[in-house]
């Protein structure tokens, strides 16, 4: 059974100018133990997602039509109550900046026993324990000392592993990880997403990890899903993703990321912007700066379908829709 | 000139004032009063301070709704045969100058000094503050009561400019530290930014980016705060007044005439006060509620 | 040492007070604090070229750009441009005349214009502040031209910087800094806070650029694959330091200082993903509390004794400069 089943998921936010939609009828699962990338430019909507999945949505964004369902129980209508239970025991996130993830008045430790406490029931010495071991697992050398430090006793990085450590406090299924090592420099970035990968596949735990650096995607992920103006345009391996990509947005994505291996003289720059909330283009959100443009683009919105080696949503695609 | 009150009402601000019925409420009474205080010679029935036109025997008369009223006197008259209404539009005259203008001083020292003090740091910084805090340990009325006492020691025989100037520079000063202390700290994050570090490598003096760069920037807060000290300062002129260190009591303010009003308060003659007291209150809501819209309005995590 | 070189930076360091205040100090008996953000650097840039400097946080990289444009005065060392000694000029009456030919543009687009200025008189600003345009129709029309060649309109004038996006407002801000036909451009992570079609964009618009007007560009970076595109020479600086400093083709086909091998080692790569890598170790130390000797020995696999005690000094390695005492 899949894990978590995303199914034309439809984010709105309604506003004086009328109701912008941010995330516009993507679907999309993960498998247990799976890890999944959700990759794209700011705007396309990937932290949104991620955030309607945990239940964090702020208003006035609402969950306008879709659903979202784990494990088989449908989660996206559930109250804030309800959603308290999910979050930590089913659903672990870590979030961006590891400085305000924690509160910077509670030692560490404590962060982590009550995080414990609050859905599995333990004693005070078996939380305790579970604790340590858990910092040691992530990394943080002298764990027993470390649970009575506070925050802001921690650098960047050792943060960032305490948080990772809270994520999986309550041993959920799914972490949804929201650009974990963005804020970190480039050496502790490397080390933090080797940590996520073991650790997760240890505990069988799944990851969506929201991030628009390709890098981190491409050493980190089984699958990839990238996004463009609140839609999914292509999801698939990671690798065929990369290097045999079928959606036109998707190939002038790779080709413009200057990377290690290649020498060119200009990058491939993908001419524009990507549209704002309320101008989206009629059709294909991508078909004003698409080098393939026809006529079909600008009048009908492309579905995902099987291509080459990946599932995108593109009229170049032949064949009938999934 | 249209084309910026219609870009106005279209921006986001415009909306915020349209879809708020206090705020258009408040901003419709001020206006009105503002309105009535600039044409008081139009909108005023008579002129109460042209002694000329008084009726000795028409005084102490109740309002027209009452008996023994007359609809010569909308309001009712005081001891001396002055029409209240006329005395109220008067008094609130003098009243929103002396608030306007003392802002007006306010505002101008208290930013420059806060420009000043965030801007260039180091010492000047440190004096400027120390001399905030200095202000800010006197209570604001007794400060007011000191200048206003020490310029009557002063210049006993001043005539009314000067007094009106000693009273506008009095209520200042109990009002210009909010302004340092808010723009010091908004300058002190402006002079970080990188378009103030793109006008200094480009070679820009340090006046000109104060002034055309950060000035502009920093003046959001000091709107707010400028316009809910107008019905602070108004008050605290009416309390000056009333305690008899305010306006020459040859221009009342209402203040003024709340106090010459309460002698006959408890013979009966309630209306002296209390309509100078009600118009009083009217202004000081009216211009509050309009700055407390414009604090929501500007405030860029309520939108 | 080449005199033809355009940009000569010599033993530059800048050391801030980060002390307490001095009631505190007294009555709670702290010490003085200094942090060496920039510790002696030098290096050369040659008229035409683009140097990269590449660290991590709090390697003072930034620190570096703007002793580079007279933001900041240096503590000890010096600047030469174009044979003059730039500080002197800085504070002499000439200091226009020099300003002219250094710009900077600013890595946040976001902070880089003022909100409250059109873009017109943004650009316009360094136009009128060295007198090099006579009226109000010149200023237009040169503020027209500088709009185009970054790939905007003359129509984009009397907008403000919050109808543009990211991308749009850093080819304003290098508008501004063309405006007065400088010479020297220092870059402080242009497109780090752009998305990567957009910073596509802007990098080969300044790639143009400098063909075109024969700019020489210091560009401050932390992500290596930007500047392995972009530069010809590549600094890499730790701790205000720096480590190593070669061609762009010899430093990433053959790093030879260990800290610009766990660097190249640790970035995430598209295409060469599940390669063998030494494990990186530790983090970057506090920088009020450096390291004795070689600032980087508490996470070299190469250290020795003389490491720990001896700090290794910038010197010339078969065609690169290499501060280790390992690698000589």
New interface residues.
């Given amino acids: 059974m899949r894990l978590l089943q995303v199914n034309k998921l439809v984010v709105e936010f309604p506003s004086r100018h009328g109701t912008l939609r941010a995330i516009d009828g993507i679907s999309f699962d993960i498998a247990p133990g799976e890890i999944l990338g959700v990759v794209g430019e700011s705007g396309a909507g990937k932290s949104l997602t991620g955030a309607s999945i945990i239940g964090l949505l702020e208003p006035p964004g609402r969950i306008a039509s879709g659903s979202i369902t784990l494990q088989g129980e449908r989660i996206d209508q559930y109250s804030n109550d309800q959603m308290r239970h999910i979050r930590g025991r089913k659903i672990g996130a870590i979030f961006q900046d590891p400085l305000t993830s924690l509160n910077p008045l509670y030692t560490v430790g404590r962060q982590i026993t009550e995080t414990i406490q609050a859905h599995l029931p333990v004693s005070d010495d078996e939380a305790k324990q579970r604790a340590i071991r858990l910092l040691q697992d992530t990394g943080i050398p002298a764990a027993a000392e470390r649970m009575d430090h506070y925050p802001h006793q921690f650098s960047g990085g050792m943060r960032q592993r305490v948080v990772i450590a809270m994520a999986l406090a309550a041993e959920p299924q799914l972490i949804v990880a929201d650009e974990p090592t963005t804020a970190l420099d480039v050496s502790i970035q490397a080390q933090i997403i080797g940590l996520l990968k073991t650790i997760c596949k240890d505990r069988g735990a799944a990851v969506m990890l929201i991030t628009h650096d390709m890098g981190v995607i491409a050493e980190t992920c089984d699958r990839v899903a990238v996004m463009y103006a609140g839609r999914i345009v292509e999801i698939g391996p990671v690798h065929e993703v990369i290097n045999r990509p079928s959606h036109p947005y998707t190939s002038g994505l790779m080709a413009s990321i200057p990377d290690m291996t290649s020498d060119r003289e200009r990058l491939n720059q993908i001419d524009g912007a990507m549209p704002r909330l309320n101008a989206i283009p009629q059709g294909c959100a991508f078909n004003p700066r698409c080098p393939q443009v026809f006529e079909r683009c600008k009048q009908e919105r492309p579905e995902l379908r099987p291509a080459t080696a990946t599932q995108a949503a593109c009229w170049l695609i032949p064949g009938g829709a999934v | 000139m249209t084309q910026t009150w219609q870009r106005w009402w279209h921006s ?1 601000l415009g ?1 915020s004032f349209r879809t708020s019925p206090l705020a258009m409420a408040a901003a419709l009474i001020a206006f009105v009063c503002i309105f009535c205080s600039v044409f008081a010679g139009w909108v005023s029935p008579t002129n109460p301070f042209d002694l000329a036109t008084l009726e000795l025997s028409d005084s102490r008369l109740p309002p027209a709704w009452m008996q023994g009223g007359s609809t010569h006197y909308l309001l009712g008259s005081d001891d001396q045969g002055r029409d209240i209404l006329s005395a109220l539009i008067y008094g609130a005259r003098i009243s929103l100058v002396v608030g306007v203008a003392s802002v007006l001083v306010s505002v101008l020292v208290g930013v420059s000094m806060g420009l000043l003090a965030g801007y260039l740091g180091g010492w000047v910084d440190t004096v400027l503050m120390r001399l905030c805090d200095v202000m800010l340990s006197f209570p604001a009325i007794l400060v007011a009561l000191l200048i206003a006492g020490v310029g009557r020691a002063l210049f006993p025989n001043a005539d009314e400019s000067l007094a009106f100037g000693v009273l506008i520079i009095s209520i200042s000063l109990t009002g210009w530290v909010q302004y340092a202390r808010t723009v010091r700290g908004t300058t002190l994050v402006e002079r970080n ?3 103030v ?8 003096s340090s006046g000109r980016i104060m002034l055309r ?1 950060v000035l ?2 920093v003046l959001g807060p000091v709107m707010v705060l400028a316009t809910i000290q107008v019905a602070t300062a108004i008050i605290t002129e009416a309390t000056l007044s009333f305690l008899g260190v305010g306006v020459p009591p040859t221009s009342p303010s209402l203040g003024t005439l709340i106090r010459v009003g309460n002698d006959y308060l408890f013979s009966g003659e309630w209306w002296i006060t209390i309509f100078p007291g009600l118009m009083l209150v009217l202004i000081a809501l009216s211009v509050n509620l309009l700055g407390d819209w414009l604090r929501d309005a500007l405030n860029p995590r309520l939108r | 040492m080449s005199s033809q070189a355009l940009v000569v930076a010599h033993d530059l360091a800048k050391t801030f007070d980060v002390s307490a205040p001095w009631l505190n100090r007294v009555l709670e008996g702290k010490p003085r604090q200094l942090l060496h953000a920039v510790d002696g650097v030098s290096f050369e840039i040659e008229r035409g070229t683009t140097l990269a400097l590449v660290g991590e946080s709090g390697c003072g990289k930034s620190t570096v750009a703007r002793l580079l444009v007279g933001l900041y005065e240096p503590t000890r060392g010096g600047l030469r441009f174009g044979g003059q000694d730039a500080y002197a000029a800085f504070k002499s009456p000439e200091a226009k005349a020099m300003r002219k030919r250094i710009q900077m543009i600013f890595q946040d687009p976001y902070a880089s214009l003022n909100p409250r200025w059109t873009v017109d008189a943004i650009i316009g600003e360094p136009l009128l502040e060295h007198g090099m345009i006579q009226d109000a129709a010149e200023l237009q029309a040169r503020v027209a031209e500088l709009l185009q060649s970054v790939g905007l309109s003359a129509l984009d004038m009397p907008k403000y910087p919050h109808q543009f996006s990211g991308g749009q407002r850093q080819r304003i801000s290098i508008a501004r800094a063309l405006a007065t036909a400088p010479e020297f451009l220092v870059c402080d992570e242009p497109t780090s806070a752009l998305d990567v079609s957009v910073q596509a964009q802007v990098l080969n618009i300044m790639k143009d650029l400098q063909r075109e007007r024969g700019l020489t560009y210091l560009f401050i970076s932390h992500n290596l694959a930007v500047v392995r595109h972009v530069s010809d020479k590549v600094g890499v600086m730790y701790l205000g330091r720096l480590v190593e400093l070669a061609d762009k083709h010899t430093l990433f086909a053959n790093p030879q200082h260990p800290y610009t091998r766990m660097l190249l080692d640790a970035i995430p790569k598209m295409h060469d993903t599940g390669r063998a890598r030494t494990p990186v170790q530790g983090e970057v130390p506090n920088p009020l509390n450096p390291p004795t000797g070689c600032s980087f020995h508490p996470r070299c696999p190469l250290v020795t004794e003389r490491c720990q005690t001896e700090r290794p000094l910038l010197r010339e390695l078969k065609g690169i400069k290499i501060a280790c005492h390992a690698v000589s």
Wanted: net charge neutral; charged share 25%; glycine share 6%.
């Fill in positions: 986001d909306y930014k990188e378009y570090q793109a006008a200094r490598v480009t070679g820009v760069h502009p920037n």
